[in-house]
């Protein structure tokens, strides 16, 4: 039976454009409760980890420093079949290729800066909300993001 949460981090790009409030409507108009929810920033370590599963991909590197060169939001969300649900909802990682009326057509300029992530599995969707609640950012004193 599929899961009944996801997860998702509005990324930095969506963020610098003034777009939470935009696609947050959305996602309460498609049905998604929000269960957990956080406005921060991931540290060059928590990118990497999160993100390991590129790490032999060539985008590594320009990925992790996209995530962390900004304000992000991460959330938890509840919806029958959410995983699922939700991937239809932000439409295809290339936003020329992301179908009429989704998050990335509307808010996404390229296949790097695609506004949000979806988790693509109900055990990592677990795995990604556990991870990054488990884990609040720390600062220092000039509000960079160091752990
Ligand atoms: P997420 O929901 O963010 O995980 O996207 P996805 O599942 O649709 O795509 P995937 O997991 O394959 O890739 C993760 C992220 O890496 C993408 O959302 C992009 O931000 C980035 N990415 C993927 N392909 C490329 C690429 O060819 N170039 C660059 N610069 N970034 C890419
Ligand atoms: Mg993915």
């Known amino acids: 039976m599929a899961g009944n949460i996801t997860f998702t981090m509005i990324k930095p790009d969506a963020v610098r454009a003034g777009n939470i409030g935009a696609i947050l409507k959305m996602i309460n108009d498609a049905g998604f409760r929000i269960v957990a929810m956080e406005l921060t920033r991931m540290s060059k370590a928590k990118a990497e980890k999160f993100y390991d599963i590129h790490k032999e991909?060539?985008?590594?590197?320009?990925?992790?420093?996209?995530?962390?060169?900004?304000?992000?939001?991460?959330?938890?969300?509840?919806?029958?079949?959410?995983?699922?649900?939700?991937?239809?909802?932000?439409?295809?990682?290339?936003?020329?290729?992301?179908?009429?009326?989704?998050?990335?057509?509307?808010?996404?300029?390229?296949?790097?800066?695609?506004?949000?992530?979806?988790?693509?599995?109900?055990?990592?969707?677990?795995?990604?909300?556990?991870?990054?609640?488990?884990?609040?950012s720390m600062f220092d004193k000039s509000g960079n993001c160091v752990g």
């Open 57 to 136: 991909r060539p985008f590594y590197g320009e990925l992790v420093d996209f995530m962390t060169s900004g304000p992000i939001v991460a959330a938890v969300l509840e919806k029958a079949n959410a995983v699922e649900e939700f991937r239809k909802l932000i439409g295809a990682t290339n936003p020329a290729q992301a179908a009429e009326g989704t998050i990335r057509k509307l808010f996404a300029a390229s296949i790097g800066e695609n506004a949000i992530h979806g988790a693509d599995s109900d055990e990592n969707a677990l795995r990604e909300a556990n991870f990054h609640f488990a884990t609040s």
